[in-house]
C-alpha cells in the first residue's frame, strides 16, 4: 500500500490498523447478514468505526468501561493510537476532492454532550481539532425528544437527504448522557460507464426458487475479474481527478459459483484474516460476458444486539444505510449513532463470465489504504428496502 497516512504514526501501524478493520468489517458482516435472513442488506463499516472512536474518546463518567470495551474491539493497542489513526483516515480516505472529477465523500462527525455533565475542556479540543467533530451540550434531561429529531436532522443534511430517522421515538432518553454520530456521504462515477443501451431485463434467481426480472447492466470491455475456488470477484473502479494520486476507490463485487453459496462465501470471509487483500483482481482479463443489475434499497441495522453478542455491551447503536447503482455508478449512505446512558493465488482463465444473477455480496473500497466504506448483500435486487 502506498497511502501515506504517516503523520502521527508508522506506515505498518496504519496498514497493521486497516487490516483489523477490514476483518472486523468481516465479522460484522456475517452477523448482520446472518439476522437479515437472506433479504438485501447494507452497512457501513466506516461509519461504526468513526462512531466508535469517537465514543471511546469521550467523557468516561468516573469508568473506562466503554473505552476499554471499544479499544478491544477494534483490535487497537490504546486509546491514542486509536486516535491518532482515525484522525489520518478522517485526513486522507475521507477527503472531498470532488471539484475535481474525483468520488463526492463525505464524512461529518459529531458529539452532542448532557449540558449538566462536568467534562474536561480539553474532549472538546480533541473532537474539534483532531477529528474535526461537531461539540455541542445539549439539554437530554429535559428535552430529549427535541434533541432526538436535531440529530436526526443533522444526519438527514449531511447524506443529502437519503438518510432519515436514523434514531427512532424512544432511543433517546432523559437517561441518555452523550451521542456520538457520524455521516457518510458517497457518490462516485464508474471510470468505465455501462451503456444504457445495453440494460435490459434479465431474470435473477433469489433462493426461494422463483425468479423477478429486473434490469441488468452490460459491458464486454476487458475487466478487473478473478476467479478462486467457488466464487469470482469483479472490481470497478470509480472515476478519479489527476490530482487525486493518493487514493482509489472502486466497487467489488463478490459472486459464489452456487446460486445459494453467499452464507458460505460470507462465513469464509469472516473467518479468513487478510481476505479483503489476498482477493483482488490485478489485472483486466476478456469477459464472455458481464451482468450486474442495478439495485437501490435501505437497511436498518439494530446494532446494540450485534455488538452485544461481540463483546460491546455498554451502549446502544443505530446505523442505517442505502445504496443505488445504475451505469453511471454509485450512490450511498450511511449513518451512526452510539448512545452512552448514566447505566451503560490461483489460475486465470483467459475468458471469465459474470452473470450475477443469483445473490451476491458488494462493497466499495478505497483501494490504496484499504480503508471498507460500505458492504452489502442483494438478494433480490427488485426489492428496494428491508
Not at 504514526?9 to 468489517?25: H, W
Not at 467533530?133 to 445539549?138: G, L, N, W
Not at 451476491?360 to 490504496?368: A, G, P
Amino acid at each position: 500500500m502506498s497511502l501515506d497516512l504517516s503523520r502521527c504514526v508508522s506506515n505498518s501501524t496504519i496498514e497493521e490498523a486497516i487490516k483489523n478493520q477490514n476483518d472486523i468489517a468481516l465479522v460484522l458482516s456475517k452477523h448482520i447478514f446472518s439476522k437479515a435472513k437472506h433479504s438485501n442488506a447494507i452497512f457501513s463499516p466506516a461509519s461504526i468505526y468513526a462512531a466508535l472512536t469517537l465514543a471511546a474518546s469521550g467523557p468516561t463518567n468516573g469508568s473506562s468501561l466503554v473505552s476499554d470495551e471499544i479499544v478491544s474491539f477494534l483490535r487497537s493497542p490504546s486509546i491514542d493510537e486509536l486516535n491518532a489513526i482515525f484522525s489520518e483516515i478522517v485526513s486522507v480516505v475521507l477527503a472531498d476532492r470532488s471539484a475535481n472529477g474525483s468520488p463526492k465523500i463525505s464524512s461529518v462527525n459529531g458529539v452532542w454532550v448532557e449540558q449538566s455533565l462536568q467534562t474536561d475542556p480539553s474532549f472538546k479540543d480533541l473532537f474539534e481539532n483532531s477529528f474535526k467533530a461537531r461539540f455541542e451540550r445539549v439539554d437530554f434531561r429535559s428535552k430529549a425528544e427535541e434533541v432526538r429529531i436535531e440529530l436526526n436532522s443533522w444526519i438527514s443534511k449531511h447524506t443529502n437527504g437519503l438518510i432519515e430517522d436514523v434514531l427512532p421515538p424512544g432511543s433517546v432518553t432523559h437517561l441518555t448522557e452523550c451521542a456520538y454520530g457520524n455521516a457518510l456521504y458517497f457518490k462516485g462515477k464508474w471510470k468505465d460507464s455501462f451503456d444504457k443501451s445495453c440494460t435490459s431485463d434479465r431474470e435473477f434467481h433469489p433462493l426461494n426458487g422463483t425468479s423477478v426480472s429486473v434490469p441488468f447492466m452490460s459491458s464486454y470491455r476487458k475487466q478487473y475479474l478473478q476467479a478462486y475456488d467457488g466464487f469470482k470477484v469483479l472490481k470497478i473502479p470509480y472515476r478519479k481527478g489527476s490530482d487525486d494520486t493518493n487514493r482509489s476507490f472502486s466497487m467489488y463485487f463478490y459472486l459464489p459459483d452456487k446460486n445459494d453459496g453467499l452464507d458460505h462465501l460470507v462465513k469464509t470471509m469472516a473467518s479468513t484474516s487478510g481476505f479483503l487483500d489476498s482477493h483482488v483482481p490485478s489485472w483486466k482479463v476478456s469477459v464472455n460476458q458481464l451482468r450486474i443489475p442495478k439495485f437501490k434499497m435501505d437497511y436498518r441495522l439494530d446494532g446494540g444486539k450485534v455488538l452485544s453478542e461481540l463483546g460491546l455491551r455498554s451502549m446502544s447503536l443505530y446505523h442505517k444505510a442505502c445504496v443505488e447503482i445504475d451505469e453511471e455508478g454509485a450512490e450511498a449512505a450511511a449513518a451512526t449513532f452510539v448512545l452512552a446512558t448514566t447505566t451503560s493465488s490461483c489460475y486465470m482463465e483467459p475468458m471469465i463470465d459474470f452473470v450475477a444473477d443469483h445473490p451476491f455480496l458488494f462493497l466499495t473500497r478505497e483501494d490504496k489504504s484499504g480503508t471498507v466504506l460500505f458492504v452489502g448483500q442483494i438478494f433480490d435486487p427488485s426489492n428496494k428496502s428491508s
